[in-house]
């Protein structure tokens, strides 16, 4: 469906991106995270076959975009990170121009072009030239007209930025949405890691051209940090006997003394209960077990070499 | 090589003139020169022969090659000025217009649109590297010629209509101004574009590609204003050559062009 192997592209020497490795299926969210120069936009251009590889070959949706470029292109639809839109043209001007390079033209582009316009609340603003649109207008528009033909890939790079909360979660629940119901495979560049968190398949950490990991964001985590944390509800910090009888629990894989009780890692969820019951059977009061499922935002800064704000095991 | 895709570069080049004529700084010069070279100043000469200010301007017909003179020359006085500026020597000046015309558009066309960072958008569209090329190209030519053409209708118009009183005939077009109009005009049109094409590879913004084919472009056009002033006055063969010559160049610039013109370079320099 989609898949690359050591895609590379340097420019005037210098490397923007150094033998990555990508596979997806269909309907699903491959996410691109890294720093900024970290190679997504180059990622994005390459697959599209906008950019040619200096080494390397991708295929995406059975076709190389290297060769099959314009064939591959007629299926895919883009966001740029600028939007990209003529101002001195409306909405509907600049979709209609688009529209009609695919190959949709009259009655057909007309009412897509509103539909879509319409589904983006740019439909009040459809006729008047975009000079002086918001940022998040145009990335509205921009949106508009990357959905237009129902694309079965989607290349969405930085969709979110500038937009307002709402229209964030719109975008959000509209690329789960397309993936589900659609069946459409999504390839996101982002920032924004709860976003990523919510959608992401698949996350590629990119830094500097390279690959850092490539995954299911749960197999990263279960890679980084072995079981299952959950935090105990102690009602205080637990002293080194409470630590004791925890740790002497089958399944359990670690213990350390947290602000309001303890966080422990288990194999899996079936050894909570038995925890519990040995605290309970030791006198120790537990107000509430919770598991703590790593984040893609933990695996992420983990990735980093940097702390996380909540790492699953409080050290990242 | 595949076929061309019309309906996709019909698209282009529509929403590329479209979004021209919402643009003073492309309208303005478009309107005001055609309007100067071709209505303004043959309105000017015509009625100045009117008045009866006769100049002698047999000393300067003496300077000029017999068989051009001739016809100029067996004229009455009184008429001499008025078909030699209207129907010679304003016709090599004309080409500013074309010229003029198609390096603006192409400007806004090659190097406007990565200052508008929309080409990378355009890029990621079903389109061919060369129907791009093929249609940024027409973009800029056709209306240039169109342009150029509507603007010798309203030339020739005035010229004759203003001269009436004195000369009593139509005396514009001369076949001078048709090898102008038809051979020249449209050659002149397509150097422009193929100049331009040149400079917005390396030019950021539409206003510095100006800038720099200013450097290749106004040469042209003190070429053409010395030919008007009968420096270098040419005859008919003459002007069919130079067409033929001007055609060659444009054709060697545009073809250079369409080879740079390709996807992954376009990227490249985003
Ligand atoms: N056309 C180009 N010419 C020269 N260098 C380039 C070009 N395109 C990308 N690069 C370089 O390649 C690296 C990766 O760029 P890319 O745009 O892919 O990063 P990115 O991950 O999208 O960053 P951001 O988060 O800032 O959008 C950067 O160092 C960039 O400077
Ligand atoms: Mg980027």
Redesign the interface.
Known sequence: MLEAVDLSRA?DGRVALDGLGLEADAGEVVVLLGPNGAGKTTTV?LL?????PDRGCSRVLGLDPATS???L??R?G?L?E?A??????SAR?NLA??A????I?GNEAERRITGSLERFGMGHRADV?LQGASTGERKRV?LA?ALLHEPEVL?LDEPTSGLDPTATRDVIDLIADLTRTRGSTVVLCTHLLPEAGRLASRMAVLDRGRLRAYGRPDELAAALWPGLAVDLDLGGPATPPVLGVVHGCRGVLGVEAAASGARVRVEDREAVPAVVAALVAADVAVYGATPRPATLEDVYFALQGEPSPAAPDGTG | MSRVDPAAVRAVVRKDLLAATRSKAVVLPMLMVPVLLLVVLPAVVALGAGRGTTADISSFLDQLPGELAAPVARLPQREQLVVLVNGYLLAPLFLIVPLMVSSVLAADAFAGEKERRTLETLLHLPITGRDLFLAKLLGAFLPAVAVSWAGFVCFAVVANAVAWPVLHRLYVPTWLWLVVIVWVGPAVAALGLGVMVRVSARAKTAQEANQIGGVVVLPLIVLAVGQSTGLLLVEVPVAIAIGGLVWAVAGALCWRGARRFTRDQLATRL
């Open positions: 420019f251009r599209n076959g906008v950019l040619l470029g314009d064939q292109r007629r895919t883009v740029t600028s990209g839109l003529d101002d001195r043209l001007q121009a688009a009609a390079i695919r190959g033209r030239a921009a007209g290349f």
